[in-house]
């Protein structure tokens, strides 16, 4: 008697409830659950509009409209970076008092610095291991920009400072290299009378000459510079980001220090940014068309893709699985040993953001969908999201860290250069 009652419970528990699998599917497909399964079909589509139209060889006027939709969502993402960067730092800012906002910011700091180290770190180990430049099919050298350490450098200081905030909110100092040649001074050694002379021959793009005097042939191969590059810095176009977070910043902290006197400043940023988060969340609902048709027209420009498999599918290899490990493994890790909860269930819930994130390819378009999927999904208090959010997306590039690093040995080992340790 006791085992059929027992049957009869369990059959009760496992009888099909229409109300209740009803109810359930209109949680799921409500509110950000919905945008979330739009996101995702909208990716689904996109690809699968993109191989099938790519099979049509489209002419350029195609591609264009195919593309429009999606650079639309780009420049409404864009648009709205300036005003939420800004607003946000200041009101969070203005919200901390000083002791909180620096014990914040160290810790985001250290945080940004050992993960972007873990990443270079990953980068390099896969990249020894795997050896993609072992593969040298289809790869061509060309002309590559010149690039000094220390100018990169100070153009780096010159953008945590910059001169006009309204110019920094469209263009960035970079310092631009132009090719200059000098007269060289030689100094030749004639072979018959022992005599040296000294001889200035003008620089050209012939690395080695011949030099003749009195019709005796005083040396070969007078090897001068082909050219030099002068470097001068100038303003780019593309909006200064740092200049804005570091400004950003001070004015915030400032603001909190002043007091009462204050406060007229700061709800007028918190109004600021409650207006743009609002539009934010309307721009959301535009995204799954926008990601739809970025997606389906990046795979129609796409090259050959058994060409591009073939010269660079190793290399490919190595950059995704890094990148799988790094998003996969260890930032879980560092979560839970931290937090001491369940990542994935974090992931959960800015898997729109993360979907944004890959259809765009941008982490500074995607800031405006992180920050509503941080407050709205996981609850996580704006006084936080607001300070640490501009920097990461500033400051805290791994993926990129972990491609250059990649690339970096990829192209030595292209070239058949062993790099020691040290030179790693």
């Not at 739009?38 to 060889?57: D, E, K, N, Q, S």
Request: proline share 4%; charged share 15%.
């Amino acid at each position: 008697m006791a085992n059929e009652s027992n049957e009869v419970e369990i059959a009760k528990k496992r009888k099909f409830r229409p109300k209740k699998a009803l109810k359930k599917t209109k949680k799921a497909l409500s509110g950000d659950n919905l945008l979330l399964t739009f996101t995702i079909i909208g990716v689904l589509v996109g690809v699968m509009i993109g191989f099938l139209v790519r099979m049509a060889h489209p002419g350029e006027t195609a591609i264009k409209l195919i593309n429009f939709p999606g650079d639309l969502l780009i420049r409404m993402l864009k648009m709205l970076i300036l005003p939420l960067i800004v607003s946000s730092l200041i009101a969070g800012l203005a919200s901390l008092d000083a002791g909180a906002s620096g014990k914040m910011g160290r810790r985001a700091i250290l945080y940004y610095f050992g993960t972007t180290v873990i990443a270079v770190i990953l980068g390099m180990v896969l990249v020894v291991v795997i050896h993609p430049g072992k593969t040298k099919a289809g790869l061509t050298s060309e002309k590559q920009e010149h690039v000094n350490t220390l100018d990169a450098f100070l153009d780096l200081l010159r953008n945590m400072f910059p001169e006009n905030l309204i110019q920094a909110c469209f263009e960035t100092q970079k310092t631009v290299y132009r090719e200059v040649r000098h007269p060289e001074v030689v100094t030749m050694y004639n072979n018959v009378t022992n005599a040296t002379k000294s001889i200035t021959v003008m620089p050209t793009m012939i690395s080695e000459i011949s030099v003749q005097a009195n019709g005796v042939n005083t040396t070969t191969n007078i090897t001068v510079p082909k050219f030099n590059h002068v470097g001068s810095a100038t303003f780019v176009d593309g909006m200064n980001v740092l200049g804005l977070v570091v400004f950003s910043i001070a004015f915030g902290i400032t603001m909190s220090n002043v007091g009462e006197g204050g406060q007229p400043i700061k709800q007028f940023f918190l109004s600021l940014n409650e207006v743009v988060m609002k539009l934010v969340g309307i721009v959301m609902w535009y995204s799954p068309i926008g990601i739809m048709f970025l997606i389906a027209g990046q795979i129609i420009k796409m090259d050959d893709f058994a060409k591009v498999m073939g010269s660079l599918g190793l290399y490919m290899v190595t950059v995704i699985l890094g990148l799988l490990i790094h998003a996969l493994i260890v930032l879980p890790t560092i979560f839970f040993l931290v937090v001491r909860t369940n990542p994935f269930t974090y992931m959960k819930g800015v898997l729109q953001a993360l979907v944004t994130a890959f259809g765009t390819a941008s982490s500074s378009a995607t800031l405006p969908v992180t920050f509503r999927c941080l407050e709205n999904n996981l609850n996580i208090d704006k006084r936080v999201t607001r300070f640490v959010l501009p920097i990461g997306a500033t400051v805290n590039m791994d993926g990129t860290a972990l491609y250059e690093a990649v690339a970096s040995v990829f192209i030595a080992q292209v070239n058949g250069i062993t790099l020691n340790f040290g030179q790693l």
